[in-house]
């Protein structure tokens, strides 16, 4: 399935091209601390692998609605803050979960059609004082350097990854069986064995979570419609769906297909 729609990425942080010294620098010197060597980093993700392990793999996929954790792995002692951002939303996470691992989390939404949004993470050493502020009533960050300091020092290079938006929406027909089915029973089966049972959506409540069963149709055939939510789905994978349909006539019928979650 190709994306057809991008998040446009808008940098907050300074010009690139206004220090251009960085790009070919092969170490940096501070000040307060000698020499030091262009730090390694690496960006990882948690949505790629069926049980949630971490990934450097870009493109990853994430359902709609769903927290991904990004995690920069970068040398312990080389960083004071990491600088996470997409779609021009920017935030600083100046605290390491472990050295050299530092986390941020962010949600991502779609419509009809997949979205890609970049992802990107660069390491930085203070000198003096920090080039970001954090605004408490507004709860952003924002570049504000001093005007007499000197700017903070970029330690690697920035690491992109790209995340693909996407959501799925469930159809299974129906074929009634001496009239409207009297029971129908809607499963969702994730590839580690968890199961959802989604309820039938009551009648005219269209914010109700729920199944909809549409019809008769022009021959008198009926559908279920539902859009599952990024908990009732597997994190990467297949997802079964299993409907059992009590028919007017008495009969039951078992009907089963796999949507792609990827």
Known sequence: MEPTRYCKRI??????????WLAAAA??????????????????ADTALPDGGFSTQSPQWAYDGEPVTFELECDPGAVHYVVFGTTGQETVVDFGKVAGRYRWTQAFSAGPEPRVCEVYATPYLVRGRRDWVYDKLENTWHFYPGASDRPDVETAAEQVMRITCYRREILVPIQPRSGPPKRIELSLWKADGQRTVVPARPPGKAEARGFLLLGPGKNGDYEIRYEPTYGEV???GKTRVDVVVEHADGSTEHLEKDIDTP
């Open 234 to 236: 597997s994190r990467a």
């Open 11 to 20: 940098r907050k942080s300074p010009n690139p091209g206004s220090r251009p």
């Open 27 to 44: 170490a940096v010197c501070l000040a307060t601390a000698g020499c030091l060597y262009q730090a390694h980093a690496r960006l990882w």
